[in-house]
C-alpha cells in the first residue's frame, strides 16, 4: 500500500512550460517535504511544509500544503532545462516517526 | 540544514561476504537516523531507524540479521549487509532529522557480483 500517491510519474514538458506535481493521501501528515534528487546522489531538502494550507515560494517553485494536511503540490512556473531531475514528496505521518516516500516525479524539460 | 555523511560512495563486494556502510552527521547529533534503500528508478524505501544505544527498528520484510545496523555514537550509525547477494545490490542512503526537516547523506553504492 503506498501512503503517498504522487502524480505524474514522468513528465516531459518544453521549456517554458508550467507544470503541477501532487502528493495525495488518506492520512493526516505532521509535516511534508519536498524533495529534489540528481541521479547517483542523495535526495536534497528543497521544503517543509507543515500548516494546511501553508504556501511556501522556491523562486519559480510554489509549494501547497493541503487544508486537510493530507495533500500537497508542486507548481513550477516558466520550466527550465535545469529543472529537470526527480522531484519527490515525502511526509510524516501524524503520530509517526518515520519519513515515507511517494513514487517520484521523473521531470524532463526540453530545450 | 544537518550534513551528513557516507562511507564508502561505491562499493563492489562478492556474493556471501559482508560489506559495512558508515553513516555520519558532521554537526549535529542525532539520537536517531534513519536507513534507505533504493532501487533503480524507483523512491526511496525506510529499512530501519536507528537508535543511539538502543536496537534498531526494522521495517516489516526488513530482515534484522541480514541488515546489521550499529548506532554506537550520536554521530555515527553503520549499516553491515551480511552474506550479501547480488539482489542487495542497491542505494542505500541514511538520512537524519532535526526538527520536521530530514537531511539525507549522499548515498553508498552497493554492487554485489
Known amino acids: 500500500t503506498q501512503l503517498l500517491e504522487q502524480s505524474p510519474q514522468f513528465l516531459s514538458i518544453q521549456e517554458g512550460e508550467n507544470l503541477t506535481v501532487y502528493c495525495n493521501s488518506s492520512?493526516?501528515?505532521?509535516?511534508l517535504q519536498w524533495y529534489r534528487q540528481e541521479p547517483g546522489e542523495g535526495p536534497v531538502l528543497l521544503v517543509t511544509v507543515v500548516t494546511g494550507g501553508e504556501v511556501k515560494k522556491l523562486k519559480r517553485l510554489t509549494f501547497q500544503f493541503g487544508d486537510a494536511r493530507k495533500d500537497s503540490s508542486l507548481h513550477i512556473t516558466a520550466a527550465q532545462t535545469g529543472d529537470t531531475g526527480l522531484y519527490l514528496c515525502a511526509g510524516v505521518i501524524q503520530g509517526a516517526q518515520k519519513l515515507v516516500f511517494g513514487q517520484g516525479t521523473r521531470l524532463t524539460i526540453n530545450p | 540544514g544537518a550534513v551528513v555523511s557516507q562511507h564508502p560512495s561505491r562499493v563492489i563486494c562478492k556474493s556471501g561476504t559482508s560489506v559495512k556502510i558508515e553513516c555520519r552527521s558532521l554537526d549535529f547529533q542525532a539520537t536517531t537516523m534513519f536507513w534507505y534503500r533504493q532501487f533503480p528508478k524507483q523512491s526511496l524505501m525506510l529499512m530501519a531507524t536507528?537508535?543511539?544505544?538502543?536496537?534498531?527498528?526494522?521495517e516489516q520484510g526488513v530482515e534484522k540479521d541480514k541488515f546489521l545496523i550499529n548506532h554506537a555514537s550520536l554521530t555515527l550509525s553503520t549499516l553491515t549487509v551480511t552474506s550479501a547477494h547480488p539482489e542487495d545490490s542497491s542505494f542505500y542512503i541514511c538520512?537524519?532529522?532535526?526538527?520536521?526537516?530530514?537531511?539525507f547523506g549522499p548515498g553508498t553504492r552497493l554492487t554485489v557480483t
Open positions: 492520512s493526516v501528515f505532521s509535516s
Open positions: 538520512s537524519v532529522r532535526s526538527g520536521h526537516e530530514q537531511y
Open positions: 536507528s537508535n543511539e544505544g538502543s536496537k534498531a527498528t526494522y
